[in-house]
């Protein structure tokens, strides 16, 4: 249920309408007449956004960013509001995009990510991992059918890897030892989660721009961290990464 910041009262669902409630009630609660600060409706407006571009293009575009495109996809967008691969490829990217923002807010405020909710999403890998191993190879070269123990392994091998370059991303940003430490977990649940659940060649993506990005950004004096970079890079490698390292992904023998 979410709550007023203030107040701790519970919203009523017809005030919790993505934007639209916020802007009804001018950005206040309607309980104690607080000011809701304006992050909410614009993290609903960025979580709605991704999805109408990803719908765009998966379906619109019959998934002009995947490395395959079904046979069956068609031209126009509602010819393929039906066909079952798009569907579920576009479900998946914006479930987990929206998910992974979620999660680095939380980190964005200096709170430990509860362990309850990275088991919703490493329960949520390992059912698509058995069920549907192709969503995980949706942007990626992927030249075979993957099976179920392929995509449990590389699912693995990709959160290791990816946990351990968060862990070093986010005990890089600036805090004291304490704050450290819980960011650097933040970062390294985010980083390997991400990775699994989307491909290691995102690893490899965010890997390199995350430290890059963060470095200059604390050199400027910008406020920019580890957890919100990381899914900024997300939601572009969603969109429009398998078109950019397409020339260098079909180059590798795996």
């Known amino acids: 249920v979410s709550r007023c910041p203030y107040c701790k009262n519970g919203i009523a669902p017809v005030d919790n309408i993505p934007i639209f409630s916020w802007v009804r009630l001018k950005g206040r609660c309607r309980d104690c007449d607080r000011p809701i600060a304006a992050r909410y409706p614009a993290v609903e407006f960025v979580a709605g956004l991704l999805c109408l571009v990803l719908a765009t293009l998966e379906l619109?575009?019959?998934?002009?960013?995947?490395?395959?495109?079904?046979?069956?996809?068609?031209?126009?967008?509602?010819?393929?509001?039906?066909?079952?691969?798009?569907?579920?490829?576009?479900?998946?990217?914006?479930?987990?995009?929206?998910?992974?923002?979620g999660l680095a807010l939380i980190a964005?405020?200096?709170?430990?990510?509860?362990?309850?909710?990275?088991?919703?999403?490493?329960l949520a890998v390992g059912m698509v991992a058995i069920w549907q191993p192709t969503l995980l190879y949706a942007v990626r070269?992927?030249?075979?059918?993957?099976?179920?123990?392929?995509?449990?392994?590389?699912?693995?091998?990709?959160?290791?890897?990816?946990?351990?370059?968060?862990?070093?991303?986010?005990?890089?940003?600036e805090h004291r030892p304490p704050l450290k430490r819980r960011m650097a977990w933040n970062a390294s649940g985010l980083f390997g989660l991400a990775g699994a659940a989307l491909g290691w060649p995102l690893v490899v993506f965010c890997g390199v721009l995350v430290p890059l990005?963060?470095?200059?950004?604390?050199?400027?004096?910008?406020?920019?961290?580890?957890?919100?970079?990381?899914?900024?890079?997300?939601?572009?490698?969603?969109?429009?990464?398998?078109?950019?390292?397409?020339?260098?992904?079909?180059?590798?023998?795996?």
């Open 60 to 101: 619109g575009f019959q998934g002009a960013n995947l490395s395959v495109q079904p046979a069956s996809a068609l031209p126009g967008f509602a010819s393929n509001l039906f066909e079952p691969q798009l569907l579920s490829t576009l479900a998946w990217h914006a479930l987990m995009g929206i998910y992974l923002l």
């Open 108 to 122: 964005e405020d200096d709170e430990a990510i509860p362990g309850r909710l990275f088991l919703v999403g490493w």
């Open 141 to 173: 070269h992927a030249p075979y059918e993957p099976t179920s123990w392929t995509a449990v392994r590389d699912a693995g091998v990709a959160a290791l890897v990816g946990g351990l370059i968060g862990y070093v991303c986010g005990w890089d940003d």
């Open 213 to 254: 990005t963060s470095a200059w950004a604390q050199f400027s004096g910008s406020r920019l961290r580890s957890p919100l970079l990381l899914v900024g890079f997300i939601f572009f490698y969603l969109v429009a990464g398998y078109p950019l390292l397409f020339p260098y992904l079909a180059a590798m023998p795996f």
